[in-house]
């Protein structure tokens, strides 16, 4: 099993910056790839980033392609896995709950991932508020 664990929310004036952090603990060796998602109350989930382990392609919403960038920290890839959403120039359309995701290899061990593709775990959210 893998947890997750995201840090570096909060609320900031319309322009402003922010970067989410989340860390991936327990059986990571098998991971695909990480993203970011966000919903606000009452209605879906949006895929907002996701990235392939260990160097992999990077997508995006349009909405915020330009703006939000997503890295991981692979210095230390035999230990806990550490993936950052950078938030630049801000809006109040992307107050949002946001999620990090990982997914799994399959069991021969394929990746392939996208912002609609499914997502095997969950973090339990950290809230951004732009005004």
């Known amino acids: 099993h893998v947890q997750l664990v995201e840090s570096g929310g909060g609320s900031v004036q319309a322009g402003g910056s922010l970067r989410l952090s989340c860390a991936a603990s327990?059986?990571?060796?098998?991971?695909?790839?990480m993203g970011w998602f966000r919903q606000a109350p009452g209605q879906g989930r949006e895929g907002v980033a996701v990235i392939g382990i260990g160097g992999g392609r990077t997508y995006y919403a349009d909405s915020v392609e330009g703006r939000f960038t997503i890295s991981e920290d692979n210095a230390n890839y035999d230990a806990n896995h550490t993936v950052y959403l950078e938030m630049n120039d801000l809006k109040p359309e992307d107050t949002y709950m946001y999620y990090c995701?990982?997914?799994?290899?399959?069991?021969?061990?394929?990746?392939?991932?996208?912002?609609?593709?499914?997502?095997?775990?969950w973090g339990q959210g950290t809230q951004v508020t732009v005004s």
């Open positions: 327990g059986n990571t060796y098998n991971l695909c790839s």
């Open positions: 995701a990982a997914s799994r290899r399959s069991s021969i061990g394929g990746c392939v991932y996208g912002l609609g593709t499914q997502f095997d775990y």
